[in-house]
Structures are given as C-alpha cells and as structure tokens.
C-alpha cells in the first residue's frame, strides 16, 4: 500500500469480535484504504493511507480511541524507554504542544514490568527530546497526549488523534430522549449497526424497523442522511420527536410502513443496519417472525445499491432461518457475530452485501 501510514485502535472490550467489525466497517465507510497489521487483546494496529485516524473513534460505538502508533515494545519499562529514545517526536509534534503522558492498563497487564509510575518515568526521558522540538511535557493543560498502551505482551506508543465521544453518547441514551419506549437499544449499539452497514454520505441510510428512532439520530448526528420508517403509528411518531429533538434531525426522513413492502425505489440505498422485532419484548403484528425475516430481507436486496451493505440482527432461534433468507435473496454474508443477551436470548448479527 502506497503512502502508508500506522494506526492504533483502542478497542472496547464488551465483545470479542464486533469492535474490530466495526473498526473494519468505519475505516471503509470513510473511504480509506487501509490493512490490519495486527490485533492484540483491546488493541488493533493497522495501516492506511489516510493522513491521521482522526474521525474514526468519533463515529464508532465500541472503539474508544484511535491515534499515531510511535512505537511497538515488549511489555517491560527498559524495552519501553529504548524505542521511545528512537521516536522522530518533531517529525508529530509542533512548536508550542504541550504534551501529557498517560499510562492506559488493558486488564491488568504486566504489572510487574511495566510500574504504575511509567508515565512520570517515560515524561521524563523524553522531555529533553520534546524541548528540541519547542514542546514540553507537562501533565497540566495539555494539548496533546501520549498513552502507553499495555496489553498482553506488548506495549504500543501511541499519540492520541481521536476519541469516542462518550458525553455525546450518554445525552443520547433511551431515557433521556422526549419520547421513550421499552426495548430501545443503546446508543453505542446503534452506531455499531450503522458503521457494520458502512453508512456514509451522501446515503441514504436505512432503518426500516427504526422504533423510537435511535438509530437514525445516530446516522444524523453523523452527518448521514436518513430513512427511518416504523410500522406503529405511535412509535413512528415518537422516532419523529427523537430525532427532531437533536441536531442532524432535518437530516432523517419519517414514514409509517410496513418494511416488507417498502416504498422505495429499485436499488435506491446506501446502506440498511436494523434491528428487526423479534416477536418476544417487541412485536411482530401478528406475523410469525420467520415470515417477516425471510420477507424484509427479499425487499432489502432489492432495495440497496450494488455492493451496499445490510447489518441485521435476529434472535438466536432464527439463525438458520436468516441465513437462508439472505441467500435466497442473493445476498453474499460477509460476517456473524454472536451477542449474549441474557439467559433465554443470544443477538446473531450478520453483515451481508449486495454484489450485483
């Protein structure tokens, strides 16, 4: 890959393969061109032709940060230090950044060899390098920041370009929203769903089951124009005060419908992420559920534009059933992810894509 540059992700550790899913889904949504180096426990390293990572943590709901990777080490403090000693800091920091160096713990790894105090320690060493750059490093208003990831066996330097928005998220979270209805999922899971379809402008963007409308003022919040349609009058209306409620909400299209007799022109979509009724908490309006999977899935592949993305979910019981579907309808299923639940409930999500 030409022009390429070295990234971290910081993974959440809530699954074991959907934020590195995700990660994937976010990198081809914006366009760039990228390769996963390798993947660590929480932590991806991958390269791409993008000029920084900035944008990506700021879209996604289970990666927490994303920045420059300056330096890889075994998990010790002395191999630590030497690969900080070789790092072109003027090469990423400019005349007047003060710098702040943070130690970031990933389940409790190597605490022996890496000690608690290896920020102070790391600042301190470098800081004759950073002044001959014009930078200081200082823990006090600081203007950029240096973590030291450690994970199992390894330790990545990283400079920090983009963070998950978590203050953004928890003012969007179910109860919080005018209009609010039991079942709602969280709002990190609904930008899950909508970086896994690989939603970008211009869109649109597709929530055909969009209940009280959390998913699309999360596709507005990002600039992504939005379909959302929801069988319910009452619920149609509610999604209508959510997203009419944050900025972005001229950005989203209402409808009441019936999603598998969707309105809509042939292969008019970008990108559909959904999270269907599966007929236990959320109903199904008398129609059996297989039926409804197996009827929505026909319309979305007619629907979607070649090579655009469907990221559903379905419960357990209906795993075969959904595959099926997607193959009959000329679907190509790329990924499946398993989500416990609770106890009488596992989520299977499945990203599929149009070919022709």
């Known amino acids: 890959m030409a022009s390429t540059r070295l990234f971290y992700a910081l993974l959440s550790g809530l699954h074991a393969s959907l934020p590195l899913a995700e990660l994937r889904g976010i990198l081809e949504a914006l366009g760039h061109r990228y390769r996963v180096v390798e993947v660590f426990d929480q932590v991806a390293v991958y390269e791409s032709s993008s000029p920084s990572s900035r944008g990506v943590a700021w879209r996604a709901g289970l990666v927490h940060e994303t920045g420059r990777v300056l330096a890889v080490a075994e998990a010790e403090l002395g191999s630590l230090l030497e690969e900080a000693m070789l790092v072109d800091w003027c090469g990423f920091l400019r005349g007047g950044d003060r710098v702040r160096v943070e130690l970031v713990r990933l389940k409790g790894y190597a605490k022996n060899a890496v000690p608690n105090n290896a920020s102070r320690l790391l600042a301190e060493r470098i800081a004759p390098l950073l002044r001959g750059c014009?930078?200081?490093?200082?823990?006090?208003?600081?203007?950029?920041?240096?973590?030291?990831?450690?994970?199992?066996?390894?330790i990545i330097l990283g400079l920090v370009e983009d963070t998950q928005p978590k203050k953004l998220l928890e003012q969007h979270r179910p109860q919080r929203r005018p209009f609010f209805h039991p079942g709602s999922l969280d709002p990190r899971l609904a930008r899950l769903f909508i970086n896994l379809a690989r939603a970008a402008p211009p869109g649109p963007y597709l929530d055909p089951f969009c209940g009280t409308g959390g998913f699309a003022v999360e596709a507005q919040t990002l600039g992504i124009p939005t379909v959302c349609g929801e069988l319910a009058r009452k619920l149609a209306e509610g999604a209508k005060r959510n997203t009419r409620a944050y900025p972005g909400g001229l950005l989203t299209e209402h409808t009441q419908w019936d999603a598998t007799k969707l309105p809509l022109r042939d292969e008019s979509t970008q990108s559909i992420g959904t999270d269907p009724p599966y007929?236990?908490?959320?109903?199904?309006?008398?129609?059996?559920?297989?039926q409804l999977y197996e009827e929505f899935v026909q319309e979305a592949a007619r629907v979607l534009k070649p090579g655009a993305h469907l990221a559903i979910a379905a419960p357990h019981w209906l795993e075969n059933e959904v595959e099926e579907a997607i193959q009959q309808a000329g679907l190509k299923q790329l990924e499946k992810h398993y989500m416990k639940v609770h106890g009488s409930l596992t989520r299977i999500v499945t990203v599929s894509k149009k070919i022709r």
Request: no cysteine; hydrophobic share 20%; glycine share 12%.
């Open 279 to 290: 007929g236990r908490s959320t109903s199904t309006r008398g129609k059996p559920a297989k």
């Open 134 to 154: 014009g930078a200081e490093a200082t823990p006090r208003n600081p203007t950029r920041r240096i973590h030291i990831i450690v994970t199992q066996g390894t």
